[in-house]
């Protein structure tokens, strides 16, 4: 039951930004948005989660939509170390549990 | 600082076998998780210790997969007599206190059964 929709794959140009969407239709008022990503034979990386609110940090940015059913993950200048699979997911306070859909496979282009 | 790491990376063995993975977590990190990842796939909750108590096997696949973190800090994954489905990465992840924190995984090994 899969909780989150993500197109399987995208392509981006190298250092211009990538905008990976993220459908959650059916969030709960106390779930997170998490978006981790996994380079080819690395264990997934974490990049950012958030409630509601827009967050950036170093890596990225994630834009929640206002009633929190889609989001998007921003890398503002994408690089070809960039191109992983990039995985949202949805995940309630207090649940330990990550549960990866298949992700979106992103391919960064030079 | 040292992340996650997981030992042996690449393991191989004869359907019948047993086979052990070991994950050594974050320092001083309290949860420890476990996940499979099978090819073209995303990982699956296989196990969580807080501390040295495994309080989530549910997502065990059978009676054959056994997980232990006896002093609360490596974790062993013993597969006994191992099968073909078997073959997957396996994934460690640790968290730094409480069992949502963000967790931080491994480089994962790669068990294939032949």
């Known amino acids: 039951d899969a909780k989150t929709t993500q197109p399987p794959s995208m392509d981006c140009a190298e250092g211009r930004a990538a905008n990976l969407p993220c459908n959650h239709s059916t969030i709960s008022g106390n779930e997170y948005v998490y978006w981790y990503r996994q380079i080819h034979s690395q264990g997934p990386q974490y990049i950012i989660h958030g409630l509601k609110n827009n967050e950036t940090n170093e890596m990225a940015s994630l834009i929640i939509t206002e009633d929190r059913k889609s989001s998007t993950l921003i890398l503002p200048h994408a690089t070809l170390r960039d191109t992983a699979v990039y995985y949202c997911?949805?995940?309630?306070?207090?649940?330990?549990?990550?549960?990866f859909g298949a992700g979106t496979t992103v391919t960064v282009r030079a | 600082g040292a992340g996650v790491s997981q030992s042996p990376r690449y393991k191989v063995a004869k359907r019948g076998q047993d086979v052990a993975l070991r994950c050594d977590p974050i320092s001083g990190h309290v949860s420890l998780f476990w996940y499979q990842q099978a090819l073209g796939q995303g990982p699956e909750f296989l196990t969580y210790?807080?501390?040295?108590?495994?309080?989530?096997k549910s997502g065990l696949p059978s009676d054959r997969f056994f997980a232990e973190r006896p002093e609360g800090s490596v974790s062993t994954l013993k597969i006994q007599r191992t099968q073909q489905e078997d073959s997957a990465v396996y994934l460690c992840a640790s968290s730094r206190a409480g069992s949502t924190d963000t967790q931080y995984f491994g480089p994962g090994t790669r068990l294939t059964v032949l």
């Open positions: 997911i949805v995940r309630a306070f207090g649940d330990y549990k990550l549960s």
């Open positions: 210790f807080q501390n040295e108590a495994q309080l989530d």
